[in-house]
């Protein structure tokens, strides 16, 4: 369904009893009132798109981790929406779309590539990345967080990780927004023509590079795909091109989401920022507790594989239901108080940001690691900071809660300290 196609379903819906309009500025500025409508009055909702809205952070949990949901075909709305081509061969290939039991075949041939090990070894590099990105921000005295930060950080940690020349490392930004352009509830032509011809160049240039390792391999998350084996099975050059695109879209965008909306939800609760300086061991709670607050990630998907009832309910097998992961975040009867950040709320860690169950995400280890870095570098810069401006522009995106430009005025005692 395309842009104009979901504005024409929600204007003929005579009986949607509030403005739900994922495709609005205002809601993705600000959907916290939507959803705390929804929770309240309508939380197992029907929506005119023909799909299924979940917001209770119970029923959302429930569903990620309950067995009768699976991810099912929703491969197959990238081909609808591109084609058949290296989108949907993506979309095949990536454990983000597999059910059992392939799902469990891939994640555990991913996952010995993408160990613990392997990602406790990039902390220096992550260490060194946030002074040289923040370096120029102490001389001018004026820092984007988004721009200056929390966008290249994660760009250049994993297609370090991967093994990419950094000549290289620019276009995989480019690469990777236009492809996630495909997760969104509608996109327009022009959309989907730079997303398919992005994740085409991406699949060749996976491929080249793929060569690359298999004749020289190195010490990198590529080489250990190709070399990766359980019981004598491997993965496949599809499966190797899938999995790599995913580790690359979903590291990107949830780190620079995670550290940009982070650093604002500070700003707006600066107590928090003199707490975590008196108590550095609060952070990795913190990190938890940014992610719950200001969610980067707003839903994820699953498909029933039979009719299953919630709160009197019945989602019917094989329709499409949106477990939308920023509303459970902000749900009081979970999180009391939900609206205000707390980096040392208990249950920080009961966030869903991350997904549940067997498709937790197998990139969070990383991007927690990022962050706590990144916050703790960045809390003398941020005492007394202020933002320098007056209206905050929000990605045009509804998978994504994250901002472009999250530009802060910096004092010159802070530079000072952080510099030492």
Avoid at 39 to 56: A, F, I, K, N
Avoid at 106 to 122: I, Q
Avoid at 161 to 187: C, K, Y
Avoid at 293 to 315: K, L, N, Y
Wanted: with cysteine; net charge negative; charged share 25%.
């Amino acid at each position: 369904m395309n842009a104009s196609e979901i504005g024409t379903a929600a204007s003929a819906n005579d009986d949607l009893p509030f403005g739900f309009d994922p495709l609005s500025r205002g809601f993705r500025a600000d959907p916290w009132r939507t959803y705390e409508h929804m929770r309240r009055e309508d939380p197992v909702h029907r929506s005119p798109l023909g799909m299924w809205v979940l917001t209770r952070h119970d029923d959302v949990a429930a569903c990620l981790r309950d067995p009768r949901f699976c991810m099912g075909d929703f491969w197959k709305r990238q081909e609808e929406l591109l084609g058949p081509g290296a989108m949907s061969r993506m979309g095949r290939t990536s454990l983000f779309f597999k059910d059992p039991p392939d799902h469990g075949r891939l994640r555990g041939l991913v996952s010995r590539a993408f160990t613990p090990n392997a990602v406790e070894r990039v902390r220096p590099r992550i260490d060194a990345i946030v002074d040289e990105l923040l370096a120029s921000a102490l001389e001018r005295g004026t820092l984007d967080v988004v721009r200056d930060l929390a966008f290249p950080l994660p760009v250049r940690v994993t297609a370090e990780m991967l093994g990419v020349p950094q000549d290289d490392r620019d276009r995989f930004h480019h690469w990777t927004q236009s492809m996630n352009l495909s997760f969104e509830p509608a996109i327009t032509a022009d959309q989907a023509a730079l997303c398919h011809q992005a994740v085409g160049e991406l699949d060749a240039y996976l491929r080249a590079l793929i060569r690359e390792r298999r004749s020289a391999p190195r010490e990198d998350i590529l080489s250990g795909l190709i070399a990766a084996e359980v019981a004598g099975d491997h993965l496949t050059e599809d499966e190797i091109v899938g999995n790599t695109a995913l580790l690359l879209s979903a590291g990107y965008e949830t780190t620079m989401g995670l550290i940009g909306n982070g650093v604002l939800s500070l700003l707006r609760f600066p107590g928090e920022i003199a707490r975590l300086r008196d108590e550095p061991g609060l952070m990795p709670n913190a990190v938890e507790e940014f992610t719950r607050h200001e969610s980067p990630v707003q839903f994820t998907a699953r498909q029933p594989r039979v009719d299953v009832e919630i709160r009197g309910r019945t989602i019917h097998a094989g329709e499409h239901c949106r477990t939308i992961v920023a509303a459970a975040n902000r749900d009081p009867e979970r999180f009391p108080d939900p609206d205000r950040l707390d980096v040392g709320r208990e249950n920080a860690g009961e966030q869903v940001s991350f997904g549940d169950g067997r498709h937790f995400c197998l990139g969070a280890p990383l991007a927690r690691l990022e962050g706590a870095i990144a916050f703790a570098k960045l809390l003398p810069l941020l005492a007394g900071a202020e933002l320098a401006t007056a209206c905050l522009e929000w990605r045009d995106s509804f998978l994504n809660h994250a901002l472009e430009s999250l530009p802060v005025r910096v004092r010159g005692a802070a530079r000072v300290a952080a510099a030492r």
